[in-house]
């Protein structure tokens, strides 16, 4: 049968009061054909996670309904893969309750770090494909990284950054940092060995389901949205994540750690949900922006300028190069298709402000 996960939003309960729920929910479930494994509880976030098998979702939403009188927020269908790759494979149960191995509850948060890297190179004349593919020594090291904290990377069609998952903030934030100072070490070795690359990371802090989108969905695309605006180097992060964080001597000691704050992430949810939703739009800019966010244009240009470290204009200008570096990298679209998908309507333009971005001409680039 389907695998289904569904979030409940229960305010002020025990984990005594989940227990009970999850009990009822066994004693009804054999009548819709549903089977409840287990439950993730979050008590400071007053959400409760449940996975479960059955026929279809409207099985699994009757069986509570019945046993608890609960009405699911969303169900979703969750591919076995992924849910090893984010829950774990080797979960501790105590009466469906999932737990640590060290016995705490296991609040179903997961941390998502996102690493973008790009060579760096000042050709202006042909450019073989390879050139725009993810550096192959960097990333590997950074794979070797991820592994070596116990995170996983995220197998998912059409990322072209490194994205991996992890149980514990502190092991995230110590493999972000290693991998910052194993970077920040080789771009300066005079040698063979020397990374001539850019690269910067976001890292998130997300629970399976919310009340839209689909599995940990939104927490990946926090995480890619910080490492597009984190400047070189650095690795961003939200004001949650230091909460979560017991290491806190490693924030302090960081280098390149910035965090934000929970307005400036509010900020940023609203200005990339309106930039994403409009970059392939010709006439989108800046007056258009400011109007949709509901600031004036000087305001605008400092809350996009202290979050971004770019102004509205440039910041608009590298969402769509970026997206048109996402869509090369496909290799699936020749330039003029590209240049219309990321709102360029003149396809010389859109060469000569990628070549200003990446110093690559992409009418040169082998696809």
């Given at each position: 049968m389907p695998?289904?996960?569904?979030?409940?939003?229960?305010?002020e309960?025990?984990?005594?009061?989940?227990?009970?729920?999850h009990?009822?929910?066994?004693?009804?479930?054999?009548?819709y054909?549903?089977?409840?494994?287990?439950?993730?509880f979050?008590?400071?976030a007053?959400?409760?996670y449940?996975?479960m098998?059955?026929p279809?979702?409207?099985s699994?939403?009757a069986?509570?309904r019945?046993?608890?009188g609960?009405?699911?927020?969303?169900?979703?269908e969750?591919?076995?893969g992924?849910?090893?790759?984010?829950m774990?494979?080797n979960?501790?149960?105590?009466h469906?309750?999932?737990?640590?191995?060290?016995?705490?509850i296991?609040?179903?948060?997961?941390?998502?770090?996102?690493?973008?890297i790009?060579a760096?190179?000042?050709?202006?004349g042909?450019?073989?494909?390879?050139?725009?593919?993810?550096?192959?020594?960097?990333?590997?090291?950074?794979?070797?990284l991820?592994?070596?904290?116990?995170?996983?990377?995220?197998?998912?069609?059409?990322?072209?950054?490194?994205?991996?998952?992890?149980?514990?903030?502190?092991?995230?934030l110590?493999?972000a940092?290693?991998?910052?100072?194993?970077?920040?070490?080789?771009?300066?070795?005079?040698?063979?060995n020397q990374y001539?690359?850019?690269?910067?990371?976001?890292?998130?802090?997300g629970?399976?389901?919310t009340?839209?989108?689909?599995?940990?969905?939104?927490?990946?695309?926090?995480s890619?949205?910080?490492?597009l605006?984190?400047r070189d180097?650095?690795?961003?992060t939200s004001?949650?994540f230091?909460?979560l964080?017991?290491t806190?001597?490693?924030i302090?000691?960081?280098?390149?750690?910035r965090?934000?704050?929970?307005?400036?992430?509010?900020f940023?949810?609203s200005?990339?949900?309106i930039?994403?939703?409009?970059?392939?739009?010709?006439?989108?800019?800046v007056e258009?922006?400011?109007k949709?966010?509901?600031?004036s244009?000087?305001?605008?240009?400092?809350?996009v300028?202290?979050?971004?470290?770019?102004?509205?204009?440039?910041f608009?200008?590298?969402?769509r190069l970026n997206?048109?570096?996402?869509?090369?990298r496909e290799?699936?679209?020749?330039?003029?298709e590209?240049a219309?998908?990321?709102g360029?309507?003149n396809?010389?333009?859109?060469?000569?402000?990628?070549?200003?971005k990446?110093?690559?001409n992409?009418?040169?680039?082998?696809?």
């Amino acid at each position: 049968m389907p695998l289904y996960m569904d979030i409940h939003f229960v305010g002020e309960l025990s984990v005594e009061d989940t227990r009970r729920a999850h009990l009822a929910d066994l004693a009804v479930q054999e009548k819709y054909g549903v089977v409840y494994h287990q439950y993730w509880f979050n008590e400071e976030a007053g959400t409760v996670y449940c996975l479960m098998e059955g026929p279809d979702k409207e099985s699994c939403a009757a069986t509570h309904r019945e046993a608890n009188g609960f009405t699911a927020c969303q169900i979703v269908e969750v591919e076995g893969g992924m849910y090893d790759m984010f829950m774990g494979e080797n979960q501790q149960v105590d009466h469906g309750l999932v737990r640590h191995e060290n016995g705490k509850i296991d609040t179903g948060y997961r941390y998502i770090l996102t690493l973008d890297i790009l060579a760096k190179t000042n050709s202006s004349g042909f450019i073989d494909f390879d050139q725009l593919k993810l550096p192959k020594g960097p990333k590997n090291k950074a794979l070797q990284l991820i592994s070596t904290f116990e995170g996983k990377e995220v197998r998912t069609g059409g990322f072209d950054h490194v994205i991996a998952v992890f149980e514990s903030p502190e092991k995230i934030l110590q493999c972000a940092y290693m991998i910052q100072k194993e970077f920040l070490n080789k771009r300066t070795k005079p040698d063979a060995n020397q990374y001539n690359i850019s690269f910067n990371m976001g890292i998130s802090v997300g629970q399976p389901l919310t009340e839209k989108g689909g599995f940990f969905e939104k927490a990946m695309q926090i995480s890619q949205r910080m490492c597009l605006i984190a400047r070189d180097s650095e690795i961003l992060t939200s004001h949650l994540f230091e909460k979560l964080c017991s290491t806190k001597e490693i924030i302090k000691k960081s280098i390149g750690l910035r965090i934000m704050s929970p307005s400036e992430q509010t900020f940023l949810d609203s200005l990339m949900d309106i930039t994403e939703s409009r970059f392939s739009d010709f006439a989108f800019g800046v007056e258009y922006l400011s109007k949709e966010i509901g600031i004036s244009r000087p305001q605008l240009y400092r809350k996009v300028t202290a979050i971004t470290g770019r102004s509205p204009v440039n910041f608009i200008r590298d969402i769509r190069l970026n997206k048109a570096l996402s869509l090369i990298r496909e290799n699936r679209y020749n330039i003029s298709e590209i240049a219309l998908e990321v709102g360029y309507h003149n396809p010389s333009y859109f060469a000569k402000c990628f070549h200003e971005k990446f110093r690559i001409n992409p009418s040169k680039i082998a696809i």
